[in-house]
């Protein structure tokens, strides 16, 4: 089956910086559209970030902050994440999608301390 095994979640402090890596197995890399998706307690999931076709898009928070890219040799898929708020934490999730299939990782803590 399909496995998206995240990392580099953790603390960080207002301003700081973090890089999540996400890689992927079981599936045809690249080919896939790949994402980052967030939720808070309390919040609905919302999209951060995708990576399609040489295509990048972003939550309007995140433009300018945020950088997703991707490693096709490697299976991997990473979020940039520079001068963090508050508010960006989360738990991050990466996200896959393969013809009409979607795959979803198991999640990974941001917390950022004002």
């Known amino acids: 089956q399909v496995q998206l095994v995240e990392s580099g979640g953790g603390l960080a402090q207002a301003g700081g910086s973090l890089r999540l890596s996400c890689a992927a197995s079981g599936i045809i890399f690249s080919t896939n559209a790949m994402g980052w998706y967030r939720q808070a307690p309390g919040k609905q999931r919302e999209l951060v970030a995708t990576s399609s076709g040489g295509i990048t898009n972003y939550l309007d928070s995140v433009k300018g902050r945020f950088t997703i890219s991707r490693d096709n040799a490697k299976d991997t898929v990473y979020l940039q994440m520079n001068s963090l708020k508050p508010e960006d934490t989360a738990v991050y999730y990466c996200?896959?999608?393969?013809?009409?299939?979607?795959?979803w990782g198991q999640g990974t803590q941001v917390t950022v301390s004002s």
């Open positions: 996200h896959a999608v393969q013809g009409l299939r979607d795959y």
